[in-house]
């Protein structure tokens, strides 16, 4: 099986967010991700990791928690040195709670200023933090309204055009669904710029169980075959309290 991590923006909402850490170990997890982690001093989500022995995949960039706010910064025009001051915080976040990746979002923009801005955006990121491995995810535009990166190919042409070793794909089942339909085909295409996956239900996006969209246990033995050596994060809405519906988990 691969290397699952939980979610806890998503996952084990039922606790406080430091209460999730050890309601993920409890459920057998050794490694979770929290899309904004920037509420909550880095410390005391650095005690929470080690008392329970956890390692952590993923923290998105920007801070802070973007409810109800931006989508990040990373394509808008104009706004390069607020995504600079964005990246520096995400990145002292990442160095102290040994984030394996930072996920980059590109808030919402079109045309090509945007375009050139995300490429220019992340080519300084890059090399402003050679160490760390760095990410984009294609979301679908209606979950995200507006969002700029809402499609694998465009994501694929700019991973290209930046050309550089510290970023890659991170491919969502439940956006690439939305967005493409055919999630393997999607897959085959774009697995070798893969670095993150995450899971959600199709199409709901509750419980990664098998279903007439899309075969589960199926594509978890592939990834074991394909060599993937990242982690598989669970990014769902659980249908019950999440430990009721872990039976995916094998
Ligand atoms: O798929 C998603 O919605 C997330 O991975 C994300 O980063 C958006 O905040
Ligand atoms: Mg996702």
Not at 127 to 150: C, H, R
Request: hydrophobic letters at 40%; a negative charge; aromatic letters at 12%.
């Amino acid at each position: 099986m691969p290397k699952f991590a939980a979610n806890l923006t998503m996952l084990f909402a039922e606790f406080p967010e430091l209460d999730r850490y050890e309601a993920a170990a409890e459920a057998g997890f050794e490694a979770v991700e929290i899309l904004f982690p920037y509420e909550t001093p880095a410390p005391e989500t650095q005690r929470a990791l080690l008392r329970n022995g956890l390692s952590l995949e993923l923290i998105n960039c920007p801070p802070p928690n973007y409810t109800g706010g931006d989508r990040g910064f990373a394509a808008v025009p104009g706004l390069e040195g607020r995504f600079q001051r964005d990246f520096r915080r995400t990145l002292r976040y990442a160095d102290m709670l040994r984030a394996r990746i930072v996920h980059i979002m590109a808030g919402a923009a079109s045309g090509g200023d945007a375009r050139a801005t995300f490429v220019d955006n992340l080519k300084w990121a890059c090399d402003f933090a050679p160490k760390q491995q760095l990410t984009i995810e294609p979301i679908n535009d209606v979950d995200m309204p507006g969002y700029f990166l809402n499609n694998f190919d465009l994501a694929a042409e700019i991973l290209d055009e930046v050309n550089a070793p510290n970023l890659a794909l991170q491919f969502d089942t439940y956006h690439a669904h939305k967005i493409h339909g055919d999630v393997l085909d999607c897959w085959a295409k774009h697995k070798s710029r893969v670095r993150h996956i995450q899971i959600g239900g199709l199409p709901d996006r509750n419980e990664p169980v098998k279903s007439k969209h899309f075969d589960y246990p199926a594509f978890f033995e592939m990834l074991d075959d394909s060599g993937y050596t990242g982690a598989v994060s669970a990014e769902y809405n659980p249908a019950k309290r999440t430990e009721q519906g872990l039976g995916w988990l094998g």
